[in-house]
């Protein structure tokens, strides 16, 4: 079977929009689209013509362009049952546990609440990728602005159990700021140490540092690693509850 064609959109000041082809049924996804004209562009420089839109959450920078492209395109909206009336246009409803269609390819739906209280992910397996909005971001997760911390590490604990090769599609560039204090949090690792270094560089050159893969997240993202002793003896909470030692590097990250 064939694989998703994946293409990143940069928009407004961080955000990251991914247009995807299904080349078996000719499908064309656009995740989270806060912006029209560069979706738009990017299918006209493509020939690409627009079916669904996918949506992880309700936020504006991901769900502003909804109606105006269905308007234009007559596209279907595809977004969480749960938080269906916060997603403008919403034709298709998905909980977690579903497995959706999108022609010849298959995602295992997730409700990752924390972020949102209705926030869910992607997981394509056959393409080994994974669209998680603002749940994970690469070396950090998102606030938790309708959600409470022993919620977001349960739904991070589910993107855990997901193959190292899982490219983590996320919607922010927001990987220098959370790097510099990913470092203050667990300045012993020395995976994280390399890869801090890696960002930098990659940052000064303006280089897009977003697809990461789960493997280097589950390695270096303190917000993926709250059950590691490292990481618990460097924040001064050896053998604590890894919601309690999650909700201390969220506190932290917050006021960083």
Known sequence: MSTLEIHQIPVLHDNYLYLFKDPDSGFVGIVDPAVANPVLEKLDELGWTL???????????????????????????VG?????????????????????????????VFEVPGHTSGHIAYWFEGSDALFCGDTLFALGCGRLFE?????????????????????????????????????????????????????????????????????????TNPFMRADDPGLQAALGLSGADPVAVFAETRTRKDSF
């Open 147 to 219: 959600g409470t911390p022993a919620q977001m590490w349960h739904s991070i604990g589910k993107f855990r159990n997901l193959p190292d090769q899982t490219k983590v599609y996320c919607a922010h560039e927001y990987t220098e700021s959370n790097a510099r204090f990913a470092v203050t949090v667990d300045p012993k690792n020395t995976a994280l140490l390399s890869r801090f270094d890696e960002i930098l560089e990659k940052r000064k050159h303006l280089i897009p540092t977003v697809p990461s893969t789960l493997g280097e997240e589950k390695a």
């Open 51 to 77: 079916t669904h839109i996918i949506n992880t959450h309700h936020h504006m920078d991901h769900t502003g362009a909804n109606l105006e492209l269905k308007a234009k395109t007559g596209c279907t909206i």
């Open 80 to 108: 969480a049952e749960i938080d269906a009336a916060r997603i403008p246009g919403i034709d298709v409803r998905v909980k977690d546990g579903d497995i959706y269609e999108f022609g010849a390819q298959k995602a295992q």
